[in-house]
């Protein structure tokens, strides 16, 4: 919805930037709890649209209440139940057998792509009502929502090039270039001297590589690799001979539900929990665990609140408010993302289990999880918020601070079970590095990579305390003049991590191998305590605005702020100056 407003624009599928604000530093609240997932802006949980009571977007002349923002504020809140029942149910379908097939795809003899979509659910709200018992009108009501996703999709045909069913065999007698030439595939066990500076090797006999050298590992992994099923390209080289349009799949849910109760006249406690989960599964390229593609991907997120509303007078209100934002997010390898059998692959067994390693296999499909792939996630912001409200003639005074604490446990390591690269270099020949010979997919064979890496990459463990106050002044100067007045003062925090393992450059430092100026430094070396940065005292933010009414049509509205945010909002990684991975790599 916040789309609709204008100047505001899709950045990513989970970002938005309102007037040209930084669409890293939006700060999204449900009903005032945070509701940013901790990475990259984003989004934690996206409400249910009957579930909203009302949402506000603001891009600029914000009171002092809100900060930490470089970007829009949104706020939205969540229904309440009243004296009476009311409900919902909905169900919205998409479906293939609705549709017809594209011209293209009708023109190539392909059979239109799966396509499912249900989206459905209902809202119920009222007093709480036990019979007999408790009669809740006017004092206790609920309000709870339910909203479920079903998605298939349909992808466009994927083409890839697998190794024929000789080539697993070891024989290449039939590996051809695009011109229909004979590559030939030499043995690396017999390079030797050519007495000229260089190195030459022998060609396989009829080019075909022995049964017994071929690799357990080879044998394992191409058992898992599918053979070709569809004419290639080029009838030659043997392209593209493998398709597959297996669908992309959604199962999302999300719930909300609420709790009012009026204490007494002066006094209302309210209760919220929201929870969203979203398994997003890609198509499995190979249908099995060895696929090259990326592994299904789960976002699970809880946002709670608890509120106490107090009416001292009809002048002064005080709010007090506590909440609860958790995010995670977890992606393993494709197929059943179980701990990976590194034995059964022929490999050793100190190479983690974590993924199915990944083998990159020049002018070939590649085979296991892509690096990067595997992620391991979660985000718990905790926060305390406290408000007095007091009208006194023409002013309206608010005064408040909120405390947050956030804890990010991050660990997404790159190739934690290792990656393999294979190019036709050690096969080629009778020259070594001769254009036009050897084979990736023989190298494969013979257990010959030309870059091997395996990284051990750190887990991180991080918390950023946030502390603010502030004072607002809305002071009707007269019938068409307002000012709006306030100062905020935002404490952030220098982030910490639970093992002291970040890093922090200091140019006055001395590298100790060179002695040259600036170095590398973990936190508490040479600086005080365990944070990342020096604390910054004087983040005084005033607030300045003004709403005119010229006539009855016209009013004219403007402002000033400054406002300071987190120095980890934009982007919010723990790379660059976090922890550094450290990697091992066999070259060629």
């Known amino acids: 919805l916040v789309l609709f407003r204008p100047g ?42 009957d579930a909203v009571q009302e949402f506000k977007v603001q891009t600029n002349n914000y009171s002092a209440e809100f900060g930490n923002s470089g970007g829009a504020i949104v706020n939205v809140s969540i229904k309440s139940g009243t004296n009476a029942f009311h409900g919902t149910v909905w169900e919205f379908l998409r479906n293939d ?5 594209n011209f293209f795809a009708n023109r190539a003899r392909r059979k239109k792509g799966k396509f499912r979509f249900n989206q459905f659910g209902g809202t119920i ?14 004092r206790s009501f609920f309000f709870s929502s339910y909203e479920g996703v079903r998605r298939v999709t349909g992808i466009d045909p994927v083409f890839l090039t697998v190794p024929t069913a000789a080539q697993r065999r070891g024989d290449f007698s039939n590996l051809r270039d695009t011109s229909g030439n004979v590559v030939p595939i030499f043995d690396p066990l017999t390079t030797r001297s050519n007495g000229a500076g260089g190195f030459i090797r022998t060609q396989f006999t009829g080019n075909i590589i022995p049964e017994n050298r071929i690799s357990p590992t080879a044998r394992a992994l191409l058992a898992l690799t599918p053979l070709p099923n569809t004419t290639p390209s080029n009838a030659f080289t043997q392209a593209n001979n493998y398709i597959t349009q297996e669908p992309n799949r959604l199962s999302q849910y999300q719930l909300n539900n609420r709790i009012d109760q009026t204490v007494s006249a002066a006094n209302t406690i309210s209760f919220r929990y929201s929870k969203n989960r979203s398994d997003n599964t890609p198509a499995n390229l190979f249908g099995n ?10 976002f699970v997120a809880h946002n709670a609140m608890l509120q106490d509303v107090h009416t001292f007078s009809s002048t002064l209100v005080m709010t007090l408010r506590a909440g609860l934002s958790r995010f995670a997010t977890d992606r393993k390898s494709p197929g059943s993302g179980d701990p990976v059998n590194m034995g059964a692959l022929g490999l050793p067994g100190y190479i983690p289990d974590t993924a199915f390693p990944r083998f ?32 006194s003639g023409g002013h309206e005074w608010k005064v408040g601070s909120e405390f947050r ?50 990284s051990n990459d750190a887990a991180v463990a991080e918390s950023r305390p946030y502390l603010a106050f502030y004072v607002q002044d809305n002071w009707k100067v007269t019938r068409r003049l307002t000012l709006n007045l306030g100062v905020r003062y935002d404490l952030h925090l220098p982030r910490t991590d639970r093992f002291n393992r970040l890093l922090n450059f ?30 910054d005292w004087n983040n005084f933010g005033p607030r300045l605005g003004f709403a005119y009414q010229v006539n009855d049509k016209t009013v004219v509205r403007g402002g000033v702020a400054l406002n300071y945010i987190s120095p980890f909002n934009e982007g919010d990684t723990v790379s660059g100056l976090g922890l550094s991975p450290t990697r091992w790599s066999e070259p060629s």
Do not use: M, W
């Open 360 to 391: 990159d296999i020049a002018g070939y499909s590649a085979i296991g999880t892509p690096v990067g792939n595997f992620i391991r996630r979660a985000v718990n912001i905790y926060t305390f918020q406290g408000s007095l409200t007091k009208v």
């Open 125 to 138: 709200g009222g007093p709480i009502r036990i019979p007999k018992v408790y009669d809740g009108r006017d």
């Open 405 to 454: 604490v956030q804890h990010q446990n991050t660990f997404q390591p790159s190739a934690v079970s290792g990656q393999f690269s294979f190019n036709q270099g050690f096969l080629s020949g009778p020259t070594v590095g001769q254009d036009n010979t050897g084979d990736s997919i023989a190298s494969l064979l013979l257990g010959f990579p030309a870059v091997s890496t395996l």
């Open 506 to 535: 200091d140019p006055t430092a001395k590298e100790p191998t060179t002695g040259r100026s600036g170095a590398f430094l973990f936190v508490g070396t040479n600086t005080d305590g365990r944070g990342q940065f020096d604390t």
């Open 289 to 298: 665990d060895a696929s090259p593609n990326f592994g299904a991907l789960t």
């Open 97 to 101: 057998a609705l549709d017809a097939n």
């Open 8 to 49: 505001s624009s899709t950045i990513l599928a989970c970002l938005f930037s309102a007037d040209v604000g930084l669409a890293l530093t939006n700060e999204v609240l449900v009903d005032g709890v945070p509701n940013n997932g901790g990475s990259f802006g984003q989004i934690a949980l996206h409400p249910t649209v």
